[in-house]
């Protein structure tokens, strides 16, 4: 049975970021036990408003969020990368069921979100965008590059 994951560890931006939804925020990430290190997200809130009213909220422990019963706290703090396919990417968000099969979107109210722009290109390593199970289904997944991946496109 292969090793879990890295969990993606204590993420959070400032109160002043997330209230002006400035163009950046960070996740703070441990990987096999190390002291967190933050990872600098740039958002592209110009072309993808929602997207990045979604991502900053489930970074933001400090809001208040619509909560549910299978989701008393949305928020990508402890999360995992549940999937890291090496050359590829790393997926996480799934603060539901830690499998790649959960989702929540507090902008939703829970549900899913409609596709925004897809001016930006997947074009080298680092690029962060929301991982979904088909047109419109955007929730708290995403995926980081690690190279360029045209195919994504």
């Given at each position: 049975?292969?090793?879990?994951?890295?969990?993606l560890?204590?993420?959070?931006?400032?109160?002043?970021?997330?209230?002006s939804?400035?163009?950046?925020?960070?996740?703070?990430?441990?990987?096999?036990?190390?002291?967190?290190?933050?990872?600098?997200?740039?958002?592209?809130?110009?072309?993808?408003?929602?997207?990045?009213k979604?991502?900053?909220?489930?970074?933001?422990?400090?809001?208040?969020?619509?909560?549910?019963?299978?989701?008393?706290?949305?928020?990508y703090?402890?999360?995992?990368?549940?999937?890291?396919?090496?050359?590829?990417?790393?997926?996480?968000?799934?603060?539901?069921?830690?499998?790649?099969?959960?989702?929540?979107?507090?902008?939703?109210?829970?549900?899913?979100?409609?596709?925004?722009?897809?001016?930006?290109?997947?074009?080298?390593?680092?690029?962060?965008?929301?991982?979904?199970?088909?047109?419109?289904?955007?929730?708290?997944?995403?995926?980081?590059?690690?190279?360029?991946?045209?195919?994504?496109?």
């Open positions: 049975r292969p090793p879990p994951p890295p969990p560890a204590l993420p959070s931006i400032s109160r002043e970021m997330a209230d939804i400035e163009s950046h925020c960070y996740l703070m990430v441990s990987v096999a036990g190390s002291d967190p290190l933050p990872v600098v997200i740039e958002l592209f809130t110009k072309d993808c408003p929602q997207t990045c979604n991502f900053i909220a489930l970074c933001d422990t400090e809001k208040e969020c619509v909560t549910t019963k299978a989701s008393p706290q949305p928020t703090r402890g999360c995992q990368f549940h999937r890291v396919i090496p050359n590829f990417m790393a997926q996480g968000g799934d603060f539901e069921r830690f499998d790649g099969t959960g989702g929540y979107s507090p902008i939703a109210a829970g549900g899913a979100f409609r596709d925004e722009s897809f001016r930006r290109l997947h074009d080298k390593a680092g690029i962060l965008s929301m991982a979904n199970s088909g047109k419109n289904t955007n929730k708290s997944q995403f995926f980081i590059t690690f190279q360029a991946t045209p195919h994504l496109n």
